[in-house]
């Protein structure tokens, strides 16, 4: 894996035309000499980072046979789930709260059976890992240096992902993530799992590049079903329309793969409770004022009743007191 | 001869007693003012040989001097005019056989003798009361204010010429008489929540901050109704008791902002603006401290339109008032406290454009800028805040049913019951709301049922809430069951007062 390594420093596009310059990678290393190479190995064992290349016996199998499989992987947390069965969750940044709520508790369903990837941005990506870290097994894909972070914000989702479980990126320390990074890193993404789950997608969405690569790769496309006309889940609504699996939970996705999802432990619900849910499923989104007076019960009663549902994942606050089951 | 005439000057809410003495010799004409007299004081003077002049009286054309005294204070404001008159006329012998034992004398001199008014009246002369004197000399124009005071003669002139006959005995000035506090005698800066459409929920809240005393915080769009709704506020609130309206009283009578009727008989509902500077919104000034608009709002309601347009700083300098209930301002010219216990209300937009979470607009806001909008408003005063609430622009048809409406004074009726509650079961405590609580009421007065306590749990791991937002859920439950009649915190009361917390974001 030295060979690699030397290239370390160089921009992503030039360490690939060097690459290919090159008919055996150890040629490089007189050119940067050893010196550096040292000096990279020192860093990554004190900060506990290892480098995975297509050449190791632990390269994740599938993304060895996808399309373009990156030549060599840094990693940080958890080794062992390289060779995990991945599923990919991604979604748009701007995502509706109750795609991001079941996005997060799929991921938590989904990490029985499987290491979710993602990677991790606001909305749709940092919902599906929040799920996967509550079911333990999260890998997330940087478009940038293994020290890096993009959005800064995220700084300490992505320390408690390196602590649960694995951080993977293509590039060496220092990359600073670049627009067309994000779509390299996609490519990752789609290329390590199984199947790929959009959340929400708008018409030209990051999400989309990454179905497409799984498309590309052979790979199962899922997506949720938005209401037609909402323009962050219109890219969804085109994937289902050409032929991606339509999802509404991780038991679609269990059962495109043959598997048999833990029968859910019910709820107790108090009849309060009941019947609020019922008004809610009966018509989607709706104010909690309306709620109340469907369910007919004072308006204070009814914000209790949605407090305890939502503690209960059931129901999701959509923003102006409105609320929606899921 | 020497002349000793008592007048009055402040120190924060407090009156100082300063001795005007005054001295005509023999001597080459002259008129010197000595004991730290500030130029205002000074520039008496020239007003008080004009008025002296213009009122038929002599102007004695001797050595005069005039100290304050203790010459150790610096006195400012034009107060002292009438006194320095009045011992000009006792030194030079013009007030031969007056009775001026004990009495105090307050005002400003127009150049032609009439006298005006001067502001913080009625804190003076609460203290000067306290210090034993019980005669007063005010201006007329201050005369409404000074009614309030009971158990001392006061008597209110319009000129310089009826003081000297007054206090000749030619001819008595009639003393004022004492006036009966009436609270919330008109009701002109509060709306009625009988105007307010829809908005069942932020109704709900602020029935509950008010019945606790708990601050409030509404979210919403632009045009929404958040103002409106704070408006409502003080409308709401317990009527005044006389010693409240006597202590909000006094610190807008120093702020030099009372209204004609002399008291404040309303809860006061203050809007500064979102430029205001910190010394502004907590007091200050060059030499004599004047209250903020924290102060200012003592008793009654502090709203903040727009909260993160506010600058950071003067926000936080809001935090250690709001736990403490007062605020100590030093400055250059001395440190004093000014009582602050108001009610925060603040109300922002949910993001820059203000169309997050609406129901038929869509957010051009990408998730970057919402956040930093976001946390222009720190933790810790959010913390500080127990009422969360949404105002949403739900379209009036969408609630089919013909809502009733209920009147501002409806809901008073509630928060009465709710507040008395709440004197009676801190009547050994020294508070006298909900939100007031410490950990130490909190322990005695808020048991938890079990499974109060379990959901309280659940929600403290899934929301990720601070201690201190732990004891405020607490204290809004507590509130919820009081309006609720209950004695226990039942598992409703925990849900609705979690639901109040939108802002500590469910995980």
């Known amino acids: ?326 | 001869m020497i002349a000793k005439i008592v007048c009055y000057c402040l120190n924060g809410l407090e009156g100082v007693p300063v001795e005007v003495e005054t001295d005509v010799n023999k001597g080459i004409p002259a008129y010197d003012m000595v004991g730290l007299p500030d130029t205002a004081v000074k520039e008496s003077k020239e007003r008080v040989r004009s008025a002296l002049k213009n009122s038929g009286m002599l102007f004695p054309m001797n050595k005069i001097t005039i100290n304050f005294a203790p010459a150790d204070i610096r006195k400012e404001g034009a107060a002292f005019d009438l006194a320095v008159a009045v011992s000009l006329l006792k030194a030079s012998e013009q007030l031969v056989g007056a009775d001026l034992k004990d009495t105090v004398f307050l005002g400003e001199l127009a150049l032609n003798g009439d006298l005006r008014p001067v502001s913080g009246l009625l804190p003076i002369l609460i203290s000067a009361k306290g210090h034993g004197f019980s005669r007063f000399v005010i201006p007329a124009a201050n005369a409404a204010e000074a009614r309030y005071l009971g158990g001392a003669e006061i008597y209110p002139a319009c000129t310089l010429t009826e003081v000297v006959r007054h206090v000749m005995g030619t001819e008595r000035i009639l003393p004022l008489e004492t006036a009966e506090f009436v609270p919330h005698a008109e009701k002109k800066n509060s709306a009625d929540l009988k105007f307010v459409k829809g908005q069942p929920l932020a109704r709900r809240a602020l029935e509950i901050a008010v019945a606790g005393g708990h601050n409030l915080l509404m979210v919403g769009p632009p045009g929404t109704g958040k103002t409106m709704l704070a408006r409502c506020l003080p409308g709401i609130m317990p009527d005044l008791s006389f010693d409240e309206a006597l202590e909000i009283t006094k610190i807008h009578s120093v702020a030099g902002v009372l209204g004609e009727e002399g008291i404040v008989s309303e809860r006061p509902f203050r809007t500064p603006h979102h430029t205001a500077t910190t010394v502004s919104m907590c007091g200050g000034g060059n030499r004599v401290v004047h209250p903020g608009e924290i102060s200012l709002a003592h008793g009654g309601v502090l709203f903040l339109d727009e909260l993160p347009e506010y600058k950071r700083s003067t926000l936080e300098a809001l935090r250690q008032p709001l736990e403490d209930g007062k605020i100590t301002v030093s400055r250059a010219g001395g440190t004093v406290t000014f009582p602050a216990r108001f009610m925060l209300c603040a109300s922002m937009n949910p993001c820059p454009c203000g169309n997050y979470g609406s129901a038929n607009l869509t957010c051009s806001c990408t998730p970057a800028e919402i956040r930093a909008y976001r946390k222009k408003v720190s933790g810790p005063l959010l913390d500080r805040i127990d009422l969360q609430v949404e105002v949403d622009n739900v379209s009036y048809d969408e609630l089919v049913s013909t809502e009733k409406r209920e009147t501002s004074s409806q809901v008073k009726e509630r928060v009465d019951v709710a507040r008395n509650i709440q004197r009676h079961r801190f009547s050994q405590s020294g508070i006298s709301t909900n939100a007031e609580m410490g950990e130490r009421e909190i322990a005695a007065f808020c048991a938890l049922t079990e499974e109060s306590e379990k959901i309280l749990r659940a929600a403290f791991e899934r929301m990720k809430l601070s201690a201190r937002a732990r004891g405020r859920i607490i204290k809004v439950a507590r509130t919820i069951a009081d309006l609720d009649g209950s004695e226990e915190i039942l598992p409703k009361h925990v849900y609705e007062a979690v639901s109040y917390r939108i802002y500590d974001k469910m995980g």
């Open chain 1, 1 to 326: 894996m030295l060979w690699l390594c030397a290239c370390a420093g160089l921009e992503y596009r030039e360490r690939v035309a060097r690459l290919r310059a090159v008919s055996r990678p150890a040629e490089l290393l007189t050119e940067s000499g050893e010196e550096e190479v040292g000096r990279l190995l020192a860093r990554m064992e004190r900060e506990e980072v290892f480098a995975v290349s297509l050449l190791d016996e632990d390269y994740p199998a599938l993304l060895k046979n996808s399309p373009s499989p990156p030549l060599l992987l840094f990693g940080a947390g958890r080794r062992e789930l390289l060779k995990a069965r991945m599923f990919c969750i991604v979604g748009s940044r701007i995502t509706p709260p109750w795609a991001e709520k079941l996005a997060k508790l799929t991921a938590e369903r989904l990490s029985r059976r499987f290491a979710v990837v993602t990677g991790l941005a606001e909305g749709g990506d940092a919902a599906a890992l929040e799920g996967a870290l509550a079911g333990g097994s999260p890998v997330c894909v940087l478009p940038c240096g293994i020290d890096g972070c993009y959005p800064a914000a995220h700084a300490s989702l992505k320390e408690r992902v390196r602590r649960a479980g694995l951080l993977l990126t293509e590039y060496p320390f220092g990359t600073q993530s670049k627009k067309f990074h994000f779509i390299a890193r996609n490519r990752i993404l789609a290329g390590l799992a199984e199947g790929t789950l959009v959340v929400s997608a708008g018409k030209r969405s990051g999400a989309l590049i990454t179905a497409n690569f799984a498309l590309d790769g052979g790979r199962d496309v899922f997506a949720f079903p938005h209401n037609p006309g909402a323009a962050q889940g219109e890219g969804c609504n085109e994937l289902i329309k050409k032929g991606a699996y339509l999802a509404t939970g991780a038991e679609d996705i269990f059962a495109a793969y043959g598997m048999q999802e833990d029968v859910r432990e019910e709820v107790p619900l108090t009849p309060a409770e009941r019947r609020v849910l019922t008004v809610l499923k009966e018509s989607g989104e709706l104010h909690a004022a309306v709620i109340a007076e469907r369910a007919e019960i004072p308006v204070y009663e009814a914000a209790a009743t949605l407090a305890s549902l939502e503690l209960k994942n059931l129901v999701v606050k959509a923003g102006g007191n409105r609320y929606t089951a899921v």
